[in-house]
């Protein structure tokens, strides 16, 4: 049994180009160069092969004659006469050495048939030994014939023996392959590229980053992506505008019966309250407050989504930013950042979710360490890190569930806000241990 050698898939794959334009190129160009090749040797080995034969049997047979006529005239002067006759008749330039021996070696072994089919002509007629040298010269091929008497030594050109059809084939075949690449390169590109742009604007449209419709362009089907795609940007636009309307309505119409409230819960009468009615109305109050800090949270966040834009922001800067504020308030917070770091982003949006992780870290923290750094690859991390009692493994996710909260106070929208801000972006937020003890909060943001 013979080990075979397992052919890897993988392998192919890897060689293979990868983009849609080497691709479609690579289908175009390999069967194009395939025909070419299988029709270059069919008519090569077909047509050039006998035009070469009967070629190099002609000037075999010429040679033949006129070493018949040498031997048959001894006399340097008849001979003289030979050769001049085949100079002018043949175009092959002869000459005798007498009393010589052959003082050539064959060299042979060029490109195409024609050495071996004059080598085999000139056996068949000559029945004398001889030598070719087809080295010695590129124009002519240089013969040595051993006559009794000596060695008659003949140039034959090589013009009488084949013609350049051949290179003038191969260089046909990379030429129209060249040809063939360019014409077929210019119009993929061009359909390359409005898929390219589609691609493009499906990233940027996932990244928050709103470039309004595309112009569909290209073969139909990619018009008929983009159209699509169009359609689906404008529906989801739609919706997270409904979404935000609705949000910011109802918390604002909300607003006013909750102020109302209150206020009549404030003017009750004192001095009619017992004891017991009294801690009841400051429950109320307290309820009331929360109602409206819950509704505070709605607004701001509505207002997040509102029609802010993507622009090119220095993050670090809204860093610094949300630590002052955090200081302000009286938090220890060390910020350790680069110089400047400038993406697209909706600047108050996440100045609006990294002030809600520090918040968090606030509340259940003494220590709050802030950070970012840019990852390898088109993104950037920022760290918001507590030295508090963080989260238990198994809610690490259910936190970031609207109204998940247990602390006082708490609405429990910060963290979800905070997600949907950064998933707007493009991005994401994962929750884990901290190397200060505490809670990580770790965002990564596209570039
Ligand atoms: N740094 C942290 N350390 C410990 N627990 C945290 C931390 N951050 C969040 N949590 C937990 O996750 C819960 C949800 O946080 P989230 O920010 O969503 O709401 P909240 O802080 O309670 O209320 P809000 O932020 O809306 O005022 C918190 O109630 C708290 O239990
Ligand atoms: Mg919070």
């Given at each position: 049994?013979?080990?075979?050698?397992?052919?890897?898939?993988?392998?192919?794959?890897?060689?293979?180009?990868?983009?849609?334009?080497?691709?479609?190129?690579?289908?175009?160009?390999?069967?194009?160069?395939?025909?070419?090749?299988?029709?270059?040797?069919?008519?090569?080995?077909?047509?050039?092969?006998?035009?070469?034969?009967?070629?190099?049997?002609?000037?075999?047979?010429?040679?033949?004659?006129?070493?018949?006529?040498?031997?048959?005239?001894?006399?340097?002067?008849?001979?003289?006469?030979?050769?001049?006759?085949?100079?002018?008749?043949?175009?092959?330039?002869?000459?005798?050495?007498?009393?010589?021996?052959?003082?050539?070696?064959?060299?042979?072994?060029?490109?195409?048939?024609?050495?071996?089919?004059?080598?085999?002509?000139?056996?068949?007629?000559?029945?004398?030994?001889?030598?070719?040298?087809?080295?010695?010269?590129?124009?002519?091929?240089?013969?040595?014939?051993?006559?009794?008497?000596?060695?008659?030594?003949?140039?034959?050109?090589?013009?009488?023996?084949?013609?350049?059809?051949?290179?003038?084939?191969?260089?046909?075949?990379?030429?129209?392959?060249?040809?063939?690449?360019?014409?077929?390169?210019?119009?993929?590109?061009?359909?390359?590229?409005a898929i390219?742009r589609l691609?493009?604007a499906?990233?940027?449209?996932?990244?928050?980053?709103?470039?309004?419709p595309i112009k569909p362009e290209g073969?139909?089907e990619v018009r008929q992506a983009a159209t699509a795609f169009n359609?689906?940007?404008?529906?989801?636009?739609?919706?997270?505008?409904?979404?935000?309307?609705?949000?910011?309505?109802?918390?604002?119409?909300?607003?006013?019966?909750?102020?109302?409230?209150?206020?009549?819960?404030?003017?009750?009468?004192?001095?009619?309250?017992?004891?017991?009615?009294?801690?009841?109305?400051?429950?109320?109050?307290?309820?009331?407050?929360?109602?409206?800090?819950?509704?505070?949270?709605?607004?701001?966040?509505?207002?997040?989504?509102?029609?802010?834009?993507?622009?090119?922001?220095?993050?670090?800067?809204?860093?610094?930013?949300?630590?002052?504020?955090?200081?302000?308030?009286?938090?220890?917070?060390?910020?350790?950042?680069?110089?400047?770091?400038?993406?697209?982003?909706?600047?108050?949006?996440?100045?609006?979710?990294?002030?809600?992780?520090?918040?968090?870290?606030?509340?259940?923290?003494?220590?709050?360490?802030?950070?970012?750094?840019?990852?390898?690859?088109?993104?950037?991390?920022?760290?918001?890190?507590?030295?508090?009692?963080?989260?238990?493994?198994?809610?690490?996710?259910?936190?970031?569930?609207?109204?998940?909260?247990?602390?006082?106070?708490?609405?429990?929208?910060?963290?979800?806000?905070?997600?949907?801000?950064?998933?707007?972006?493009?991005?994401?937020?994962?929750?884990?241990?901290?190397?200060?003890?505490?809670?990580?909060?770790?965002?990564?943001?596209?570039?």
């Amino acid at each position: 049994m013979t080990s075979q050698t397992p052919l890897r898939p993988g392998l192919i794959k890897r060689m293979l180009p990868r983009s849609l334009l080497g691709r479609s190129l690579l289908i175009i160009l390999l069967p194009l160069v395939l025909l070419q090749a299988v029709a270059l040797q069919i008519f090569y080995g077909s047509h050039l092969d006998v035009v070469s034969r009967r070629l190099a049997a002609a000037v075999a047979g010429e040679i033949a004659t006129t070493v018949d006529l040498m031997r048959r005239q001894p006399w340097s002067a008849d001979r003289g006469w030979i050769l001049q006759g085949a100079l002018d008749r043949y175009e092959i330039a002869m000459r005798f050495d007498p009393g010589a021996t052959l003082a050539v070696r064959t060299r042979k072994d060029i490109i195409g048939p024609m050495d071996d089919d004059l080598g085999m002509a000139l056996s068949d007629k000559l029945h004398l030994p001889f030598a070719m040298d087809w080295k010695a010269d590129t124009h002519s091929v240089l013969l040595q014939i051993q006559l009794p008497d000596g060695v008659l030594i003949a140039d034959v050109p090589r013009k009488r023996l084949y013609t350049g059809m051949i290179y003038l084939f191969v260089v046909w075949l990379a030429g129209t392959a060249l040809v063939f690449f360019g014409i077929a390169a210019l119009f993929m590109r061009n359909q390359v590229r409005a898929i390219r742009r589609l691609a493009q604007a499906a990233e940027a449209f996932g990244m928050g980053r709103d470039h309004g419709p595309i112009k569909p362009e290209g073969a139909s089907e990619v018009r008929q992506a983009a159209t699509a795609f169009n359609r689906m940007q404008e529906r989801i636009r739609r919706f997270l505008a409904q979404r935000t309307e609705m949000l910011a309505g109802v918390s604002h119409d909300l607003r006013t019966p909750l102020t109302r409230l209150r206020l009549a819960l404030a003017m009750l009468p004192y001095v009619s309250q017992g004891a017991e009615m009294r801690g009841e109305v400051a429950e109320m109050t307290a309820d009331v407050e929360e109602m409206e800090r819950m509704i505070g949270g709605y607004l701001a966040f509505a207002r997040c989504e509102g029609a802010e834009q993507a622009q090119p922001v220095n993050l670090v800067a809204v860093l610094e930013d949300v630590a002052a504020g955090a200081r302000r308030s009286g938090a220890a917070v060390v910020l350790e950042t680069p110089e400047e770091l400038t993406l697209p982003l909706r600047a108050d949006a996440v100045r609006r979710a990294i002030t809600n992780l520090v918040d968090n870290a606030r509340r259940h923290a003494r220590h709050v360490a802030l950070a970012v750094t840019q990852l390898p690859g088109r993104s950037v991390q920022v760290t918001v890190d507590d030295d508090g009692p963080g989260i238990p493994p198994d809610r690490l996710e259910s936190v970031f569930r609207p109204f998940e909260s247990d602390a006082a106070g708490g609405t429990g929208l910060g963290l979800t806000i905070a997600r949907d801000i950064v998933r707007a972006h493009g991005g994401d937020i994962v929750l884990e241990d901290s190397p200060l003890g505490g809670l990580r909060a770790r965002i990564r943001l596209p570039v």
